[in-house]
């Protein structure tokens, strides 16, 4: 079992930047892919990004060159830090850790870029 905490979120004004953090507890740390999700109003949960146990980092598409997360195996904590965001970039978003069929996540965390 992983429990997930998420923090960092808030209200951020457009071209504003946050940085969300993942504590995670529970078993071992390293072993797990670290995701980030997010879920607008109305709208199913995509990935945002992931990143191995190695370090390997992946990112959709509309986020790229913006955001980059990241992990400290020694803290069990992920993080994804968010510059230049949008208000398209408004969400919850959750952290996820995922190793073959075990699945875990935080409970999430807003995210509102507004003026």
């Known amino acids: 079992q992983v429990q997930l905490v998420e923090s960092g979120g808030g209200l951020v004004q457009p071209g504003g930047s946050l940085r969300l953090s993942c504590a995670a507890s529970?078993?071992?740390?390293?072993?797990?892919?670290m995701g980030w999700y997010r879920q607008a109003p109305g709208k199913q949960r995509e990935l945002v990004a992931t990143?191995?146990?190695?370090?390997?980092?992946n990112y959709v598409d509309s986020v790229k060159g913006r955001f980059t997360i990241s992990r400290d195996n020694a803290k069990n904590t992920a993080y994804l830090q968010m510059n230049s965001l949008k208000p398209e970039d408004t969400a919850v978003y959750y952290c996820?850790?995922?190793?073959?069929?075990?699945?875990?996540w935080g409970q999430g965390t807003q995210v509102t870029v507004s003026s």
């Open positions: 996820n850790a995922h190793r073959g069929a075990a699945d875990y």
């Open positions: 529970g078993s071992i740390f390293n072993i797990y892919v």
């Open positions: 990143i191995s146990s190695g370090g390997t980092t």
